[in-house]
């Protein structure tokens, strides 16, 4: 089993940062890739960024592309994401979740494990 813990969400303007992070511990050999996913209300979860074990590959969704950057430290067993200019359309429940398997996924099925998410609101 892998146990994943988000932190780092928070209330901020528009246009403010946040950095989010993600400790994954237990079985942690697999794993070939962590990811985001946001839930806002009243919406479907949707892929924000992925990162290979590696961190060698990298994909985000088209509508952070530019302002959020996703990054792990391997020593740590731990994923970021940073997030810049935020839009109040970014408020969302963020979860990290970790997949085994192959390729670099962007579907939420293709994931493995979970955290319960932190929540990020943005104010206009």
């Known amino acids: 089993q892998v146990q994943l813990v988000e932190s780092g969400g928070g209330l901020v303007h528009t246009g403010g940062s946040l950095r989010l992070s993600c400790a994954a511990s237990?079985?942690?050999?697999?794993?070939?890739?962590m990811g985001w996913f946001r839930q806002g209300p009243g919406l479907e979860r949707e892929f924000v960024a992925v990162?290979?074990?590696?961190?060698?590959?990298?994909y985000y969704a088209d509508s952070v592309k530019g302002r959020f950057t996703i990054s792990r430290d391997n020593t740590k067993n731990t994923m970021y994401l940073q997030m810049n200019s935020l839009k109040p359309e970014d408020t969302a429940v963020y979860c990290c979740a970790a997949a085994r398997g192959s390729g670099i996924p962007r579907r939420s099925y293709s994931y493995d494990y979970w955290g319960q998410g932190t929540q990020v609101t943005v104010s206009s």
């Open positions: 990162i290979s074990w590696s961190g060698g590959t990298i």
């Open positions: 237990g079985s942690t050999g697999g794993i070939i890739a």
